[in-house]
């Protein structure tokens, strides 16, 4: 019986059939298979995606395997998987990008007291989880508590040239919470305001970022458009609670990311209902769906629910974050879901025009 020649152009045209569900387009014209080699029967090849966070990743392999498993000749099949992730190009000029940071996510809300910075620990922490490169500025000056929720005290070094980061649960920060003493007050103006955030940015040595989580002050201030005018920041994580008063600071925070042309990534809604741990019943103490709403009308993702969980508070307390703590609870998946939405709308900005019209 004559041999089968399987053709190279025959196992793209059957990976065709796999799609990414987020980009909506299929792997191969998202240029995702990379190292394709043919010999005699047997068939390998990398698939390489824009995120390590992506949910389906298992699902794209064995839909992969099975497409090509069905050509005729083909006799064995291996996938690897990969991930690199992609830049968010600035559409303003004059942002210059940061030597070793592919995205800047800043992490914001219209008014304090809604988790924010809760929110920016656990989304880095899952995103270095699932395998991604991740980094911390704590931009909020005048409350810097992201050493405390990462439970790091260190004073920052230089390495002759550039400040070195501290680091905590693998996760490179920097902070204002490192300058000073505990109980000193930040009293400044803006344009000091500005030359920290600089500092920060510009004169710490980051290496290979793929995410720098930025934890944003509250509210709609000097920080933002400090941020704003001068870095290339791929998109803001909105954060805001069920209350109606909440919300209401969350369209503003939402608007003005939108004036000051930094793509809003999402909303994530926290503290959205408590559990039980008696009865497991589901309380909305502030109020229920109103994050969703507000992200419908308008019109930005829905990144996710994180629920009133007692050791969400008490990992923040003691610098062990529940992703980190207890990383299969549901809270810990809660937060693992909004970092896997969150990678994906990254990624969608980052492909642009080739990922057109997906939401």
């Known amino acids: 019986m004559a041999t089968v020649t399987v053709e190279q152009t025959a196992v793209l045209e059957a990976l065709r059939a796999v799609k990414d569900p987020d980009l909506g387009r299929d792997i191969v014209s998202l240029d995702f298979v990379k190292d394709l080699h043919v010999d005699g029967g047997e068939v390998s090849f990398v698939i390489e995606l824009t995120t390590p966070a992506c949910p389906v990743k298992e699902q794209m392999h064995d839909q992969a395997v099975a497409a090509v498993s069905a050509l005729k000749g083909v006799t064995g099949v291996r996938v690897d998987m990969s991930a690199n992730v992609r830049a968010v190009a600035s559409p303003e000029a004059g942002r210059a990008p940061i030597p070793g940071v592919k995205n800047i996510i800043a992490v914001g809300a219209g008014k304090g007291g809604v988790g924010k910075s809760t929110v920016a620990v656990n989304l880095a922490l899952a995103l270095s989880r699932y395998g991604g490169r991740v980094g911390m500025i704590d931009a909020d000056i005048y409350g810097p508590n992201i050493p405390i929720m990462l439970g790091v005290r260190t004073q920052l070094e230089t390495d002759g040239k550039k400040i070195v980061p501290a680091e905590s649960h693998g996760i490179p920060v920097v902070s204002m919470g490192f300058l000073t003493q505990d109980e000193t007050p930040i009293i ?172």
């Open 188 to 359: 400044w103006r803006g344009p000091m305001l500005h030359g920290i955030i600089q500092q920060f940015f510009r004169e710490v040595r980051w290496d290979e970022m793929d995410y720098l989580i930025v934890d944003m002050p509250p509210g709609t201030g000097d920080v933002a458009l400090s941020l704003s005018q001068t870095v290339p920041v791929s998109g803001a994580v909105v954060v805001t609670t069920p209350q109606t008063v909440s919300l209401a600071d969350t369209r503003r925070a939402v608007a003005m990311y939108k004036k000051l042309n930094v793509p809003t990534l999402g909303l994530v809604e926290n503290m959205s209902y408590f559990v039980c741990p008696g009865c497991d019943h589901e309380s909305d103490i502030f109020g229920k769906g109103g994050g969703e709403a507000v992200a419908e009308e308008m019109q930005v993702p829905f990144l996710g629910r994180i629920p009133i969980y007692q050791s969400i508070r008490e990992g923040g307390d003691s610098g062990n974050p529940i992703v980190v703590a207890q990383p299969d609870s549901a809270a810990a998946r809660a937060f693992l879901d909004v970092a896997e939405r969150t990678a994906a709308q990254v990624s969608i900005a980052a492909l642009g025009p080739a990922v057109a019209g997906v939401s």
